[in-house]
C-alpha cells in the first residue's frame, strides 16, 4: 500500500497541514534544518512503530509537547469498479511521553500490537546508516533479514516474541549459581523447539531473498560481484539439534552467563574469496551492495503482490549519479512508493530519460512546512 495523505501533531518542527502525496514518487527539497528528514521519519513512525533516527521517542516530540500523533491514509491501489474511489485505509500512532504510552489505530478501531500497524506500511529507510548492514555486526543484518521475513510471514512476530521471553529465562538461569540441570533442560527444550520453527521461516525467507538478489544481478552489469558468497547462518551449526548444541556448550554459558547458540546470533555472510567482503570490497562496492540487497527485498515483497514505500534521505551525498539513476529505476520497476530529499532542487531529468518518467510530485521544504511545487 502507498502512503497517500499524512497529518502530524507535535512532532518535530513538522506543522500540522495535512499533506498530500504520491502513490509514485515524491521529490522533496529544503535547505538544511528545514524538516526533509522529519517527513521521512514519520512516516517511518507509521510503518515502524518508532523513530529510524533516534531511539528515545522523546527526541521525536515537538519541544514542550508531551505527546505526538502521526495519522496517515493509505491507498491499497484497488478500486472496487472502474468509477470507484480508491480504497483508503486509515491508520494512526500517538506516543504520550510523559505517561510512556503508544496508542494505535486502523480503520478507526484501537489495535493492540503494532504489527498491525506496520504490516500495512512495509517502510524501507536508505540513509547513510544503511551501509551498516555490510560494514557493521550481525545484529544489522539480522534486523535486515527480520524486516522483510516479517513481511512474508506476518506470524514470524509472535514467534520472535516468544523466543527472546525463552531466551531470558534461560540467560536468567545461566546466570543463578547453583544451576538446577533437569529445570535447564526443560528451558532448552522450550527454546529449541521455538529456535528451530523460528530458523525455518527465517531460512525459507531467505532463499527467496537470495533468488531475488540474484535476479536483480543477472540485468545489471556488476562483474565486480561476481564471486560474491551470500549464506543464511542460523546461529548455530543445523547439522545438530539446537539442544544437544546448548548441551555440549553448558559450561561455556554458564561462564558468560547468556545464550550463545541460537536465533540470536543469525546472520547473512556476505564474503568474497574467502573473507568478509566489509575487509575486501571498497567503500562505494559496499554501499552498491547494500542498494542491490534493498532492491532484492522490494522485488520479494512486489512479486507478493505488496508495495514497499522507501525512504531515501540525503542519497546524493552517499551515491554517485550512476547508482541513483540505477536505484530510481529498479524502484521504478517494481512499483514501489518512493521519496526522496535533497539540499539542492531536485532534476528528475537526470534520474529519468524524457518520457521514462513516472507519476511524481515535489514539494520544497521550508520551517516544517512542505509546499507543492
Ligand atoms: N523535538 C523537536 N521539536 C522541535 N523541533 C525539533 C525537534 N527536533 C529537531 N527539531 C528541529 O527540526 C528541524 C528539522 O530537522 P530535520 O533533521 O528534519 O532537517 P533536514 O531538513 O533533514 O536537515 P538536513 O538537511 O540538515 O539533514 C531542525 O531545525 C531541528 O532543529
Not at 110 to 138: E, N, Q, T, Y
Not at 262 to 277: E, F, Q
Request: aromatic content about 8%; glycine content about 8%.
Amino acid at each position: 500500500m502507498a502512503l497517500v495523505k499524512l497529518q502530524t501533531q507535535h512532532f518535530r518542527n513538522l506543522l500540522p497541514a495535512p499533506i498530500d502525496f504520491s502513490p509514485s514518487f515524491n521529490l522533496l527539497y529544503g535547505a538544511n534544518g528545514s524538516g526533509k528528514t522529519s517527513i521521512l521519519e514519520a512516516i517511518g513512525y507509521l510503518g515502524l512503530g518508532r523513530s529510524f533516527r533516534v531511539s528515545r521517542h522523546q527526541a521525536v516530540v515537538a519541544h514542550g509537547q508531551p505527546k505526538l500523533t502521526v495519522f496517515g491514509a493509505l491507498d491499497s491501489g484497488l478500486e472496487e469498479s472502474e468509477f470507484a474511489e480508491p480504497i483508503l485505509h486509515r491508520v494512526g500512532i500517538s506516543r504520550d511521553v510523559s505517561l510512556k504510552e503508544t496508542q494505535l489505530r486502523v480503520d478507526g478501531e484501537a489495535v493492540r500490537s503494532l504489527s498491525f500497524l506496520a504490516m500495512h506500511l512495509p517502510v524501507s529507510v536508505i540513509d547513510p546508516g544503511v551501509f551498516d548492514i555490510v560494514a557493521g555486526g550481525p545484529g544489522k543484518r539480522r534486523q535486515f533479514l527480520d524486516w522483510l521475513v516479517f513481511h512474508v510471514e506476518p506470524s514470524f512476530s509472535s514467534l520472535w516474541q516468544q523466543v527472546q521471553r525463552v531466551t531470558s529465562q534461560r540467560n536468567q538461569m545461566l546466570r543463578n549459581g547453583r544451576l538446577d540441570e533437569s529445570l535447564m533442560r526443560v528451558w532448552d527444550s522450550q527454546y529449541g523447539a521455538l529456535a528451530e520453527s523460528l530458523t525455518d521461516i527465517r531460512q525459507s525467507v531467505f532463499g527467496r531473498f537470495k533468488a531475488a538478489f540474484e535476479s536483480v544481478l543477472a540485468e545489471l552489469d556488476a562483474t565486480w560481484v561476481d564471486g560474491l558468497k551470500m549464506e543464511f547462518y542460523p546461529g548455530w551449526d543445523r547439522g545438530s539439534p539446537l539442544t544437544d548444541v546448548l548441551l555440549g556448550h553448558r559450561d561455556q554459558e554458564r561462564r558468560v552467563g547468556h545464550t550463545l547458540y541460537g536465533p540470536n546470533r543469525a546472520d547473512i555472510r556476505l564474503k568474497y574469496g574467502g573473507r568478509p567482503v566489509a575487509e575486501t570490497f571498497s567503500r562505494g562496492q559496499q554501499k552498491t551492495l547494500v542498494i542491490l540487497m534493498k532492491i532484492a527485498q522490494g522485488k520479494v515483497l512486489s512479486d507478493l503482490g505488496k508495495q514497499v514505500t522507501f525512504l531515501l534521505d540525503d542519497i546524493n551525498a552517499e551515491l554517485d549519479v550512476r547508482h541513483r539513476i540505477m536505484l530510481a529505476q529498479k524502484l521504478q520497476e517494481l512499483r514501489c512508493q518512493v521519496f526522496i530529499t535533497s539540499i539542492e532542487h531536485p532534476e528528475p531529468e537526470t534520474l529519468w530519460q524524457s518520457g521514462c518518467a513516472p507519476e511524481y510530485r515535489m514539494f520544497h521544504v521550508e520551517h516544517g512546512k512542505l509546499t507543492e511545487e
